[in-house]
């Protein structure tokens, strides 16, 4: 008995500095933001229209971003007229996603506080998240439609290039595409 209740106390004493030690929740610090599911980076760049990763599935698979080919204008030796088309793109891409973002902001705010003053239900909570839903829905499309408009402009090599700049592999790469 009393090498059973040794044994016991050795593997609490071995697991208590473990247990000390265990990191904070992965959001602690978080309940101190304004709206607790946006840092204030995201708040930022929703006001500013920016794409914040929605268009993966349009850049990754081989349809360029309008504001990174701008960036990239040199080495891709855009001509002038498709400067100013991208450019056209991204203005008006910018000009939709931008209210989208602010109203995006506005409703995850109206969420947090249904939380926050404890005037939550599930009929509330359903609306305003399927609200919240539908407006993502509708950025993302603004972000990826803008990609495709922007595709259609380049050349072959210029797209090649492209996902080479921006480390996506080699021109040539194989890259299956449906036209349509």
């Known amino acids: 008995m009393m090498v059973r209740t040794a044994l016991i106390l050795g593997v609490c004493l071995i697991a208590l500095p473990v247990l000390a030690e ?7 610090g978080q309940q101190a933001r304004t709206i607790k599911s ?19 599935a ?4 081989g349809y360029p ?9 040199a080495q891709l030796s855009l001509s002038p007229d ?6 056209a793109i991204f203005d008006r891409m ?9 109203e995006l902001i506005e409703r995850e705010r109206h969420l947090d506080q249904l939380f926050q003053k404890g005037d939550v239900s599930a009929d509330r909570v359903s ?9 993502q829905g509708r950025l993302r499309s603004v972000h990826l439609s803008s990609h495709l408009e922007t595709r259609a402009l380049l050349t072959p090599d ?17 890259m299956h595409h449906h036209h349509g």
């Open 22 to 28: 265990a990191p904070p929740a992965p959001y602690a």
């Open 38 to 56: 946006l840092s204030a980076e995201d708040i930022v760049a929703l006001q500013r229209g920016e794409g914040m990763g929605m268009a993966k």
């Open 58 to 61: 349009a850049e990754l698979n």
């Open 65 to 73: 971003g309008p504001r990174h080919v701008l960036d990239l204008d």
């Open 82 to 87: 498709q400067r100013q088309q991208i450019q």
């Open 94 to 102: 910018s000009a939709a996603a931008r209210p989208l973002g602010v």
């Open 127 to 135: 609306a305003a998240t399927a609200s919240i839903a539908e407006l």
């Open 158 to 174: 210029q797209k090649a290039l492209y996902q080479k700049l921006r480390g996506y592999g080699e021109p040539g790469a194989p």
